[in-house]
């Protein structure tokens, strides 16, 4: 049994400057996994990585036993929301209908059942009566959810999600968490890079604790705990004193 | 016209085609200095050219062009990706140093023996009226060609254009089609120098996309526009040059194209700026509308009048006379003058209006207060706004309301069933 993605020994430098060192990890399959980490801890650089967008330094990373080039098809990806120009002109179906790109290839055009997929897509998520807007008049959260159903029309089998939750609001954070669950009940495997302390033991069954290294991993039961978190934050933590007693202390 | 000048005309409009349709992807991409950047480059392959094989060929100063302008687009590739240099000073760099090689190698070629006659300058400037058939016909090809490409890569391309590394996760090279695309602009600015020359190549490229997206959200379309308005472009500059004042082609071009993006930027519907400033004055108006229906309202509700003073009114509220009388030859409000006052009351269907909307305002101050407690009751995350409060949210938000004692509770006509028996039994 391969795991849904594997990392071993994973390093990645930008221009020498290295920002991920000895990564080890497997993601359990069927499990709402969080990557969390302070600001510049590598979180999307890790995500990135796993996709081969980045070169790596060295080490691997293996999706269900083989490369990620031959696996594309069972990867799914949600960047992170400002990581395009939204004042383009197109409308939200018709991102949503790139996530079929990738199964169409090269040249060939999404046909009529692309369309109808990508609808139903936008409908998981609550938008299909925005199906025509113009993206860049959709609120951020609205946004943020074009994003969500574009990876869902990729029909994947992991979904790496970079930040799904920043700037929505609770209405659409708790409807985004709950078509996470519903994936995670059709046995997907879901890693979500996240910020939010207070909500980790609500959300992820398991976490990856990370700032250039790997600080822990595992169920959020046994690894979400005060030790780990000033490992991960260092001094920061102390920031954050409501976060405290969300914690398991052992 | 002569049989020339209609060869000239097929040309231009073709390279206006042509230019529009790239133009388009390279706007989106922020890349509109990179058909600047590749003309540029062109000019030390002219010549170049000319030195090694000492011919006057235009199809080989092109190939030289060619190869220098596609040289130059590797070596921006280069220079982002292994240095810190960012895009826009790797464009400014190359662009620099391949023209100052250009123009030291156009004063060497100028100084030798068989010097000004060579006909290179035209290449600077451009010098459309020496086309002749043959030159069309391959310009013809290569834009066919290119035509057929952004046609058939149009997803591609978008995927470039929109979310370039979502494109790689999905498997589509997207380094590879970044150095197809650059291929594909060396080969119009190639197609434009004999036209509008390394100066003004790149306006050719950038004006026609810019004026064609205030006209659409619809990539596809925007294509299109961009298309025909480089090609008309193309043709309106020839025409006007044709009169025989002497006129050289390629700058005309350029100037129909900015007239087209100039009449775009004022005029085109939603974009433009005439169509902006209308929507602002109408919303400005709706707001002060309706802010004026909530103060009159307010006022009444916490004074229990029916009617009010504007003299009273205005002590508390900005008020302005111009909206009242919007508002009373809406029927919302009838004014009565007394000898220093004027008397304001809500007419049957004011109050049904008034009412309403404060109605709507003060549900959605609920909303936003308690936001977070009450996500839960939207799972599937619908869109609270001023025009869609979701049916089922209501009966929370009046309970809200009560609490805050901030529900409507003025209204004489009793219009409004579904508050009614709230606001008699709290
Ligand atoms: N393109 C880049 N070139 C150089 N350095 C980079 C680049 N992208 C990221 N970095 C550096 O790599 C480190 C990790 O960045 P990364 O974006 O992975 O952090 P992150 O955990 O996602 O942070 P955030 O929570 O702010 O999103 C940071 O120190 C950042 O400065
Ligand atoms: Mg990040």
Redesign the pocket.
Known sequence: MFAPVSIRNLSVA??R?P?LRDIDYDAPEGELIGII??????????I?AILGLLPLASGEVKIYGKPYKEQRHLVGYVP?RESVDWDFPTHALDVVLMGRYGKLGWFRRPKAEDREFALECLQKVGMESFAKRQISQLSGGQQQRVFLARALAQDAQIYLM??PFVGVDAATEKAIIQILNELKQQKKTVLV?H?DLQTVTEYFDSILLINMCKIAAGPTREVFHADHLQKTYGGRLTVLPETSNMIVTR | MDANTWWVLIGTALLGLSSGVLGCFAFLRKQGLMGDVLAHAALPGICLAFMITGAKNSFLFLIGAAITGILGSLCINWITRYSRIKEDTALGLILSVFFGLGIVLLTQIQHSNNGNQSGLDKFLFGQSASMVASDVQWMAIMAGLLLLMSFLLFKELKLLCFDASYGQSLGFSMRGLNLLFMTFLVIVVVIGLQVAGVVLMAALIVTPAAAARYWTEQLSTMVWISAVMGACSGVIGTWISSFGYNLSTGPLIVLAATMMFIISMMVAPQRGLLSRLVRLMKTRRELAREQHINSIYTYMEKEQVLKVSLLDLQTQYPISTHVLSQLKEEGLIHMEEDHQDIWIGFTETGWKAAYDTVLTNRMLEMWLMHEADLASKLPNGEIVSKDSIPEHLVPELQKLMIQHQCEPKWNPYDSNQRMKERVVSP
């Open positions: 930008y221009h400057k920002v980490g302070p600001n510049g801890a590598g979180k999307s650089t890790l990135k992170q970079d930040e890079v910020h």
